[in-house]
């Protein structure tokens, strides 16, 4: 039989589940031996050619190359990252989330921002929500939402629809909840928040969702680690985009961090750049140095 095209959205043990490309027909396929031998294995998301073996199986051929991969969990073919955060319950640290952004810019997915559960903030909350969505939005389209109260709900569907995406963010700030409002249908099991401010994972595994309304969406345990490792000090300044298109610095190859005639310093202490994201460079700068330090000490 000729070979066909199906994404795959679900991954377990040597069978893969895909959804046809043309039909749109789910498929459990068993992967052929080679792929064992050869320590190869398709991640969600992963477009893979199979051959159908009349009985409503068949076998995974090969696997198709991959525009881009996230890491931590794998997924694969990504069109954009909806980072969710929060400022309450739990309240999520600007460090983070800009870290978060700096892994998604390295994989060179598209980003949108969501705060969500804006419906707890206070007053003086609103307002440092205004102020994040000011310097955010330059940078990021940013949307606030709240489940309970079905704020920013239909906007965000519209951000979904035929698209591949990705959730990210840590465990709590309501990705599952998000998804189970945009599609009722999912049904996916949420949890509360503890007393200490902690998500509870409902996610265990990775798997792709299909969306009623087009498009699908990975839906992936919350980050637990959001380490730097691959990243070189000289390439970090490519993944915050504020520092792009400013005018040159004194030396081409200024990290912004303590050269003299730097324009990227001279905008933040201006305001043009915000000086919190500035700050979280910085610090990522000084993490990467650590462990850089760390490997040639081990060489």
Request: hydrophobic share 35%.
């Amino acid at each position: 039989m000729a070979r066909r095209i199906g994404r795959v959205v679900r991954f377990h043990s040597d069978q893969v589940t895909v959804v046809d490309v043309n039909d749109g027909r789910h498929i459990d396929l068993k992967l052929r031996g080679r792929f064992r031998k050869q320590g190869i294995r398709p991640i969600v998301g992963d477009l893979v050619e199979y051959t159908p073996d009349g009985y409503g199986s068949g076998l995974v051929e090969n696997i198709l190359h991959r525009k881009n991969e996230l890491k931590k969990p794998s997924v694969a073919n990504v069109d954009q990252v909806v980072v969710v955060t929060a400022l309450k319950n739990p309240r999520v640290s600007l460090a983070t989330l800009d870290r978060i952004t700096v892994l998604a810019e390295k994989a060179g997915v598209e980003i949108v921002l969501v705060f969500n559960k804006i419906d707890l903030l206070e007053r003086e909350e609103m307002t440092e929500l205004e102020e994040l969505e000011r310097v955010y939005s330059k940078i990021y389209p940013v949307y606030k939402t709240s489940v309970k109260k079905g704020w920013g709900i239909e906007k965000l569907r519209e951000v979904f629809s035929g698209k591949v995406s990705a959730m990210a963010g840590l465990s709590g700030v309501g990705k599952s909840s998000l998804l189970n409002a945009i599609n009722p249908g999912l049904q996916l099991r949420t949890g509360e928040v503890s007393k200490k401010g902690r998500g509870r994972h409902t996610t265990t595994f990775s798997q792709l969702l299909e969306l009623d309304f087009g498009g699908f969406v990975v839906d992936t345990p919350g980050f637990s680690s959001l380490e730097l490792k691959g990243i070189d000090i000289e390439e970090l300044k490519d993944y915050f985009p504020e520092f792009k298109n400013v005018p040159p610095c004194a030396f081409s190859d200024c990290i912004h961090v303590a050269e003299p005639g730097c324009s990227v310093k001279r905008l933040v202490e201006s305001g043009e750049i915000a000086e919190p994201r500035y700050k979280s460079y910085l610090a990522m700068i000084g993490e990467i140095e650590k462990i850089e330090r760390e490997e040639k000490r081990s060489w």
